[in-house]
């Protein structure tokens, strides 16, 4: 019997790496690196959902107080679609995903709790983690720049601009030799809200 399940997931591995580049071996020890770049624990379950219809790549916090009960879901197909197709690239949306979590209990400045916020700072810290471990995932970039805007998330141009700012506090830090906190990223993120608010104003007039 163990030896038959070793066998099917064998089968499965080398079924996902060869239609979206990654096996779920990687994929679990790219959400390992990323959970020790945060300093925080890794999810208490951690699920492919690609085969579900309805799956889609998402972290669940339960209880917003604390990190031992956040659940992490990825969707290897909808992943493809976001230009993913390499470990590298997963972990990028990873430390998206991951930068959720660190901040579930936090309240941002913004319209509607600071949603668009909630996405900023995730993917301002995607930036950040690219930055510093100086790595090329335009094709990742590429496609978030071109998303549309919703009130769940901010239009492409937005997401791209935060993306790129954290790459720039990440090469600014790597230049001083010294790697900032979370929380230095995180005044620097809402210092950087606060001085181009006029900007983001514009673009969530046209969504909310
Ligand atoms: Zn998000």
């Known amino acids: 019997m163990i ?10 591995n080398l079924k996902n790496k060869i239609q979206y580049g990654l096996t779920d071996q990687e994929c679990i020890e790219g959400i390992e690196e990323i959970c020790s770049f945060f300093g925080i624990p890794v999810p208490v379950l951690i699920q492919n959902v690609t085969n579900d219809p309805d799956g889609c790549t998402c972290v669940i916090n339960k209880d917003r107080s604390t990190l031992h009960d956040d659940i992490l879901h990825y969707n290897l197909k909808e992943l ?14 990873m430390t998206h995903e991951c930068a959720h979590r ?11 709790n600071g949603q668009w916020e909630k996405e900023m700072v995730a993917d301002y810290f995607m930036g950040i983690k690219i930055g510093l471990s100086g790595w090329d995932v335009a094709p990742v970039i590429n496609a978030l720049a071109r998303a549309n805007g919703a009130g769940s998330h901010p239009v492409g141009k937005v997401r791209e601009e935060y993306i790129r700012y954290g790459m720039f506090e990440a090469r600014r830090h790597i230049i001083q030799r010294r790697k900032g906190t979370i929380q ?15 900007e983001l104003r514009e673009a969530e007039l046209k969504i909310y």
Do not use: C
């Not at 030896?3 to 499965?12: A, H, M, N, P």
């Not at 493809?80 to 949306?93: H, P, Q, R, T």
């Not at 660190?102 to 509607?112: I, K, L």
């Open 3 to 12: 030896g038959s399940s070793i066998i099917k997931q064998f089968v499965v």
């Open 80 to 93: 493809k679609s976001l230009g993913v197709s390499e470990k590298l690239g997963f972990m990028a949306v």
């Open 102 to 112: 660190v901040f579930q209990d936090y309240s941002f400045p913004g319209p509607d």
């Open 184 to 198: 230095e990223y995180l005044d620097l993120f809402l210092e950087y809200r606060r001085t181009h608010y006029k």
